[in-house]
């Protein structure tokens, strides 16, 4: 009779064996392929995210802005606006996530991890601007009035960026 509760067992942890061996690789298969897919979502969110932003801001009046709420996900190799109206992140696996816009554009993306809340805002210029800006050019004057008098009021109009 012993035999038989011995033979039994080693069968059941023969059958459990075999049984995790084959569970364990889907598991993970399972396990990255989901997380791969959230990455590529979340990368995909962010960057129609930004795009409806750009496009909602430019349909309204200069001074427009909004913000939003974005996640970008690990794996992100670079962050890029392009050709004035291409938002696009580049992920390690190779994939480019783009949207396009009907605005044209400029500023930056972070390309770190995390979740950030990104401005955008529609110059006085027609352009619309994502992210925060450094002015780091000096203003110039273009315009001065009164011009060879020296009185006050003084009215000056500058340009920076």
Known sequence: ????????????????GILLVLLIPLFY?????????????????????LASAANEVYSLSPGS???????????????????ATEISLTLTDGGDIVAITKAPIVGTIPSRRGTYQIPVELLASGIVRIGDA?????????????QDIACNPVTLKANTD
């Open 1 to 16: 009779m012993d035999e038989k509760r011995a033979q039994a067992s080693l069968e059941y942890v023969i059958v459990v």
């Open 29 to 49: 298969y399972l396990t990255y392929t989901s997380s791969e897919s959230v990455k590529n979502s979340q990368a995909e969110d962010a960057v129609k995210s």
């Open 65 to 83: 802005k909004r913000y939003v709420w974005i996640t970008i996900p690990g794996g992100v190799l670079q962050t890029q606006i392009q050709n």
């Open 134 to 146: 450094n002015d780091t050019t000096p203003p110039s004057i273009v315009w001065s009035f009164p």
